[in-house]
T-cell receptor, first 112, second 114 residues
Framework: GENVEQHPSTLSVQEGDSAVIKCTYSDSASNYFPWYKQELGKGPQLIIDIRSNVGEKKDQRIAVTLNKTAKHFSLHITETQPEDSAVYFC???????????FGGGTRLMVKP | EAGVVQSPRYKIIEKKQPVAFWCNPI?????LYWYRQNLGQGPELLIR????????DSQLPKDRFSAERLKGVDSTLKIQPAELGDSAVYLCASSPGRGGETQYFGPGTRLLVL
């Protein structure tokens, strides 16, 4: 089955700096890659997603890039703010389109 | 629009006791998922429903876990008997169509088995 690895497991940045989280996946047929933000005591919330026919997608301070050849995708957050502090999960949807496999998560801490 | 609703939010039980979790998905969402999230890890799928049919339950420990989605709307996940290793957050999610695209998660039920 699909295997998704996420790095780093923790990331600490100063407010205003950029943060980058990277994920790799194993199933070359995976075609949908969402990113979720999970705050303490809450469920994961979708923040951005990308499909395999697109190399990059941006939404204000958040961007995601996808390299299908290398089977990796990344989340970029610019001008980080303290409220960006949370755990971020990447995921990949399998070829059959019926299952999301999640990475292990990255705890992002933005220091004011 | 209301999001995915789960109850209870927290549950503490002793091992060997039964426990049940309830989920009401977003109105109109045909697909419902139950995930288990262990501390410091990503969610892992337990079971997926398309309307009232369980179409993927390969990861559900069937000796002690059961689930139902009568009438294809809300769903219940049950553990009987609970074990210490079942302590985790149980997340429910829903999506408007088939497959894993754009899943919306509820707040989860945090279970502690003593």
């Amino acid at each position: 089955g699909e295997n998704v690895e996420q790095h780093p497991s923790t990331l600490s940045v100063q407010e205003g700096d950029s943060a980058v989280i990277k994920c790799t996946y194993s199933d070359s047929a995976s075609n949908y890659f969402p990113w979720y933000k999970q705050e303490l005591g809450k469920g994961p919330q979708l923040i951005i997603d990308i499909r395999s026919n697109v190399g990059e997608k941006k939404d204000q301070r958040i961007a995601v890039t996808l390299n299908k050849t290398a089977k990796h995708f990344s989340l970029h957050i610019t001008e980080t703010q303290p409220e960006d502090s949370a755990v971020y999960f990447c995921a990949a949807r399998n070829n059959a389109g019926n299952m999301l496999t999640f990475g292990g998560g990255t705890r992002l801490m933005v220091k004011p | 629009e209301a999001g995915v609703v789960q109850s209870p939010r927290y549950k503490i039980i002793e091992k060997k006791q039964p426990v049940a979790f309830w989920c009401n998905p977003i109105s109109g969402h045909n697909t419902l998922y139950w995930y288990r999230q262990n501390l410091g890890q990503g969610p892992e799928l337990l079971i997926r429903y398309e309307n009232e049919e369980a179409v993927d339950d390969s990861q559900l420990p069937k000796d002690r876990f059961s689930a139902e989605r009568l009438k294809g709307v809300d769903s219940t996940l049950k553990i009987q008997p609970a074990e210490l290793g079942d302590s985790a957050v149980y997340l429910c999610a829903s999506s408007p169509g088939r497959g894993g695209e754009t899943q919306y998660f509820g707040p989860g039920t945090r279970l502690l088995v003593l």
